[in-house]
């Protein structure tokens, strides 16, 4: 299957600092791309989706200002978590789907830690 | 709206022993149907899906899957689980939006 690679896969940062996350498709040219958060031992919650070119789309409750998400080219997806907070930490990931295929493939993750 | 129940937190089964893990979903039209698997700090693979056409899916690993519409239920099964089999499993639903993902099954292997 089509490769999605998430980086970095782990990060710890100060509380109220600024955390980039970057997706990106490494074989196909992802015209949507997912976050997704995950709390421990709990399901995947979606935050928004990213079309290329466009504003993402953010899910009821989540904050835009708070998790930017950037997605300028076909290849890379960005979130960025700004002023981090504790409650933040969990573990974050991204999928990214080619246009027309309802197939979405999923990144490694990344693990934030904010202390 | 969608949504995706896996009645199960955890199971564990002895090595060697056949496995069963229970989805049932709720959508409004012909959905697409997923099993993903996810080990500790990793994301998730896909272990199989279902579009449309012949209702047992063979996926990865040994794992298959059948679609019961009647009874809105997707489950996963393996007749002989690994001790690498022990994982996270989460049954997703979906259509060309975004997907819905049950809460997961922590799949346990006892040796």
């Known amino acids: 299957g089509a490769v999605v690679s998430q980086h970095p896969s782990r990060v710890i940062c100060k509380s109220g600092t600024s955390v980039k996350i970057e997706c990106r498709s490494l074989d196909f040219q992802a015209t949507t791309m997912f976050w997704y958060r995950q709390f421990p031992k709990q399901s995947l919650m979606l935050m928004a989706t990213s079309n290329e070119g466009s504003k993402a789309t953010y899910e009821q409750g989540v904050e835009k200002d708070k998790f930017l998400i950037n997605h300028a080219s076909l290849t890379l997806s960005t979130l960025t978590v700004t002023s981090a907070h504790p409650e933040d930490s969990s573990f974050y990931i991204c999928?990214?789907?080619?246009?027309?295929?309802?197939?979405?493939?999923f990144g490694q993750g990344t693990r934030l830690t904010v202390v | 709206a969608q949504s995706v129940t896996q009645p199960d937190i955890h199971i564990t089964v002895s090595e060697g022993a056949s496995l069963e893990l229970r989805c049932n979903y709720s959508y409004g039209a012909t959905p697409y149907l997923f099993w993903y698997v996810q080990s500790p700090g990793q994301g998730l693979q896909l272990l199989l899906k279902?579009?449309?056409?012949?209702?047992l899916v063979q996926g990865i690993k040994g794992f298959e899957a059948e679609f019961k519409r009647s009874q809105s239920s997707f489950n996963l099964r393996k007749p002989s689980v690994h001790w690498s089999d022990a994982a996270e499993y989460f049954c997703a639903v979906g259509g060309y939006s975004t997907l819905t993902f049950g809460k997961g099954t922590m799949l346990l292997v006892s040796p």
């Open positions: 999928s990214a789907r080619a246009g027309g295929n309802t197939e979405a493939f």
């Open positions: 279902y579009f449309s056409g012949d209702t």
